[in-house]
């Protein structure tokens, strides 16, 4: 499934794979699927890609 709903994500999804900027940052499984687990890892991929290009 691909999907942009949080709450949909956190409902039906068994692992999460959250990508930022092209390119998966981060996975999740079981209780670390949340709402807060999967924007966090999507806001740090981000950052971390900013940080990269000014490098």
Known sequence: MLSTDLTEIVGL???VHVMAEGRIVRTLTGSQITEETITGAAFQGVEES???ESA
Request: charged letters at 35%; aromatic letters at 0%.
């Open 50 to 52: 900013i940080q990269e």
């Open 13 to 15: 999804a068994d692992i």
